[in-house]
């Protein structure tokens, strides 16, 4: 079995290809169900954030296979010519594979590097695999894995500390901007963690007034309701807009919902006052024209690189303690890995010599027709612990070379020795 990663990120694709690429929170278990019909044998996990697209498959189909087929998807799926995103990926198998998950659940990989919310992005990601019954043992136990690798990362280094999400660097760039943030209003649009972190460190600056905007009203209630804010549907943005300084807005639109000529009119309203805009959702919520626009200072997630290697600066100490961390844990998973391909080959080798201690047994049972039922079975336990007494060294030393290097050659003397057949 191979695993097998192909995948685009803020590393190594500008923001209008990302958007070309993500998938609707609602599409992604048709997905997924579609990517299973590439690996029938195997499993798949699709990771789709605001800063990357990646997809986890593990198949007895060599990792060239798997990213053709993966690459099929996408082009498919999309309705994008290959050749306009071919350049842009990235493809991993096996221990590069493994490493990059680990890093990226870590946060290592992140724009922000600390950052909480990529830990929960990648287990809502196998979440939803496994409700889409897509996860088999491979992609389950490197996950699982993840998340542990993660856990000590965050735990064993301090790269944690400080502003280390995106919505907080929006926040910085908005003080760079303002200079002092109390009494500005601001306006959140959209519901979710991210806006929830945004607005977290938007109060501990000392805004002022806070509004909510979501499609569903209930949400943007509720998140107005920690802060003694304002709610209202995005069907009334328009009325809304050139009430706020400051707007940050992270919706699953799949098309802008904010446009130049909404701009201009909320400029019109507040007598050309600026406006401070992070569009921290892909596919954007902001449409690139307002970019244009004086007096409005909007940034999107490409516009946070800048904010974020300096984060990096900072943490980069801590950041390679948490490599060390992933490389520990990439050379155990590896190894258990390895362990696992041998497990078919061990269980046969049991068999097969417990099959021909059963059938001696028989024959030396039937001539001996005056043993008693338990001198029978004494003499049959007497066999059973002889053969698992042969099994025990060569069993126990398969598993340990196993770990240690690829088992593929010597499975297969082991195989031609015993004439051994796989069983699942």
């Known amino acids: 079995m191979t695993i097998a990663l192909t995948g685009i990120s803020h590393q190594t694709s500008p923001l209008e290809l990302r958007e070309r690429l993500a998938f609707a929170d609602g599409d992604v278990p048709r997905a997924l169900t579609t990517l299973q019909n590439c690996f029938p044998r195997g499993g798949v996990v699709l990771l789709n ?31 994008l010519p290959e050749q306009e995103f071919h350049n842009h990926l990235y493809e991993h198998a096996e221990e590069e594979a493994i490493s990059h998950l680990f890093r990226v659940a870590s946060s290592l990989d992140s724009l922000v590097v600390g950052e909480q919310q990529i830990s929960g992005q990648v287990h809502d990601a196998f979440q939803k695999a ?49 200079m002092e943030l109390t009494g500005k209003t601001v306006l959140i649009i959209g519901s979710g963690e991210t ?25 943007a209630e509720a998140l107005a309701e920690t802060c003694g804010g304002h709610a209202f549907g995005l069907e009334l943005l328009g009325q809304h807009l050139h009430l706020a300084d400051i707007i940050i807005t992270s919706t699953g639109s799949t098309v802008p919902i904010l446009r130049a000529e909404d701009f201009q009119d909320a400029l019109r309203k507040r007598n050309n006052e600026p406006m401070f805009a ?25 516009d946070l690189r800048q904010t974020a290697e300096q984060n990096m600066n900072a943490r980069h100490e801590e950041a390679r303690l948490g490599e060390s961390i992933v490389s520990e844990e990439v050379r155990k998973f590896m190894a258990w890995q390895r362990r696992l391909e041998a497990e078919p080959t061990i269980i046969s080798m049991s068999q097969e010599l ?11 049972l039937a001539a001996l027709p ?34 240690e290097e690829d088992p593929h050659r010597m499975l297969s003397l082991v195989k031609r020795l015993f004439g051994l057949e796989d069983h699942a």
Not at 58 to 76: G, K, M, Q, T
Not at 380 to 402: C, D, F, M, S
């Open 49 to 79: 954030t605001c800063n990357r697209v990646e997809i986890y498959a593990n198949s007895p189909e060599p990792a060239e296979s798997i990213h053709d087929a993966i690459r099929n998807f996408l082009a498919e799926w999309h309705k």
């Open 370 to 403: 005056d043993l008693t039922d338990a001198q029978r079975d004494e003499v049959a336990y007497l066999t059973k612990r002889i053969v698992n007494k042969i099994l025990q060294r060569p069993l126990t030393q398969l598993k340990q070379e196993a770990s």
């Open 354 to 364: 417990h099959a021909i201690r059963e059938r001696e047994l028989e024959r030396t």
């Open 278 to 302: 992070i569009d921290i959702a892909v596919p954007r919520d902001i449409h690139p024209a307002v970019h244009r626009l004086d007096n409005v200072y909007c940034y999107t997630m490409d």
């Open 195 to 219: 806006s929830e972190l945004a607005l977290k460190s938007l109060l501990e600056r000392g805004v002022g007034r806070v509004l909510v905007a979501n499609r569903t009203l209930a949400n």
């Open 130 to 178: 496994q409700e889409a019954d897509t996860a088999d043992k491979i992609t389950n136990a490197l996950f699982q894995r993840a998340f542990t690798v993660a856990k000590q990362v965050r735990t064993r280094t301090r790269i944690g500390e400080g502003r280390v999400s995106v919505a907080s660097v929006a926040v910085e760039l908005a003080v760079s901007i303002f």
